[in-house]
């Protein structure tokens, strides 16, 4: 069992997923949020996993400061995996590069199409005919890294941004507990 640190900073269906899939290849050992209200630290304390909030804003601009305080306590915790799940911050090398290869997202877009926000919108508006999910590796630029797997559905008509979402949500509680028990594997 991989010893997994989920960092989130909303509502945390996907930390949810995570937790509640039924797989031997890693555990959720630790929850982190940037953000002190996020409702995903209840559903961690809820499932008897340890959650903690490292206030972003106490450390002003400096965000390595505050990256390095994540990084000792997943340290401290043997963490050997690190998924991020809803986590607003965009990370700087030093993290990335501390924990190259152990370090995981979850996009709501088929990348190479569309990083950033609003993809629900942007599928819609560009007329694609499928839409969908990526877990990817973290590398440096934002969004990108080995695609470790994708779920993908077809566009109806008459979707709008939010009934896609929910779709696509749903897609994703199902692809990262498969993926991130595949990469536990692999470790
Ligand atoms: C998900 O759509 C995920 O793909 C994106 O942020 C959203 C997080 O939702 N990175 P939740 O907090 O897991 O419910």
Redesign the pocket.
Known sequence: MKRVAVL?S??????QALLDAKQDAYEIALVVSNNPEAA?LTLARDAGVEAIAIDHRIYGKDREAFERDVDALLIQRNIQLVAL??FMRVLTPYFVRAWKSRLV????SLLPKYPGTKTHQRALKAGDAEHG?TVHVVVDEVDSGEILGQARLAIEPGDTPETLAARV?EL?HQLYPRCLAELARKL
């Open positions: 989130i909303g509502r945390g269906s996907n930390l995903g799940a809803g997202n979850i996009h709501p999910c949500l994703e």
